[in-house]
């Protein structure tokens, strides 16, 4: 792999000189609250076609575009007026909006779709970014796809390495899995991907709330198709209350409480030790990338409540698990 130049992403400097690489047609690694993203300039094409080349990602799958405000967000959408709420609600945060495209949001970022994908990140890292760049910029996950995504400016690195042009150390998502994206195709509003947002507090802005995560297979959400998010090592999700036998000396348990019976795993990965559900979704991709290093022969995960973040943790958790 060849290197990449890593810097502090609370340096003005070099939030400057990455602002420099996306006006310049760059790739730039940045940290956002949900994951780390890789970004390029939203209304160049040729910058984002080389997103899906170092990604390897399907020209399919369409990119969610990162403005610093709902004003900003004008410029490449229109969203319909039961969403302006959520903006002011939300915004900067894990909720990515879907809104009607405009023109100077380029066919590749939707993959041709004539809706677009909108969100304001809540890391003063990515809004200092899109404000120095004086554009929005267009960003998945900042890893290979289908593979676990990044929450570190070090497993960016290792997935992507001389791909990217620089990448800016944030330290540690703050939210750890990527954000809810919600539509209001039909004129009802529905979570496409469960995520840091969790549904409950969409509902009490809105009502109610459909929910299609995982129930059909839409070619405008690749993050729903049944596998991905992916370790190498092979998966599974324990059923409920059941445990993984006994001869377990190749065995990686991913478990979000501490396990009576940890000492027969090779390895295990507490998500948090007080069960909270926010925590958990914090550390998930950190234990996975972490469990997935170490050359097991199998990683087993324990289920955790769906409610709150445990939707999005148990969503990532069964489309990893998925062949
Ligand atoms: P990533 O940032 O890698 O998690 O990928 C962005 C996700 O946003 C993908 O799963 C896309 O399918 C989804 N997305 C982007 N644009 C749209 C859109 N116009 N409608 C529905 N989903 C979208
Ligand atoms: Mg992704």
Redesign the pocket.
């Known amino acids: 792999m060849s290197s990449v130049r890593i810097a502090d992403a609370f340096d003005p400097i070099a939030i400057a000189e990455a602002a420099q690489v996306i006006r310049d047609g760059g790739l730039v690694a940045f940290p956002t609250e949900t994951v780390y993203?890789l970004g390029a300039d939203a209304e160049n094409p040729v910058a984002v076609a080389r997103i899906f080349e170092a990604k390897r990602r399907p020209l399919i799958?369409?990119?969610?575009v990162h403005v610093a405000d709902a004003e900003s967000a004008r410029r490449y959408g229109t969203l319909p007026a039961a969403a302006l709420p959520l903006c002011d609600r939300f915004w900067p945060g894990p909720l990515?909006l879907?809104a009607a495209k405009s023109p100077p949001v380029p066919a590749i970022v939707?993959?041709g779709?004539d809706?677009?994908?909108i969100r304001v990140p809540a890391h003063p890292a990515a809004l200092a970014l899109i404000r120095a760049a004086g554009r929005a910029v267009a960003?998945?996950?900042a890893n290979l796809f289908g593979r676990v995504?990044p929450t570190e400016a070090g497993h960016v690195a290792e997935q992507l390495g001389g791909a990217v042009d620089l990448i800016l150390d944030g330290g540690p998502s703050a939210v750890g899995v990527?954000s809810t994206?919600l539509?209001f195709e039909g004129g009802r509003p529905v979570v496409?991907?469960a995520g840091g947002t969790p549904p409950e507090e969409l509902q009490a802005v809105l009502g109610p709330v459909g929910i299609e995560v995982g129930t059909a297979f839409r070619p405008?959400?690749?993050?729903?198709m049944k596998r991905h998010y992916s370790t190498r090592t092979p998966l599974e999700v324990a059923a409920s209350g059941a445990r993984p036998e006994a001869s377990c000396a190749r065995i990686g348990l991913l478990t979000l409480t501490p396990a009576a019976d940890a000492s027969k795993y090779a390895a295990i990965e507490v998500l948090s030790p007080s069960g909270d559900l926010r925590e958990a979704a914090a550390n998930l991709y950190r234990a996975l990338h972490r469990l997935d290093a170490l050359g097991l022969e199998r990683i087993v995960a324990l289920p955790v409540p769906e409610e709150g973040l445990g939707l999005a943790i148990m969503d990532r958790l069964r489309r990893a698990a998925a062949s």
């Open positions: 993203g799958d369409p990119l969610i990515t879907v939707t993959a779709l809706t677009v994908a960003a998945p996950s995504s990527e994206i539509s496409l991907r405008s959400v690749p993050g729903q």
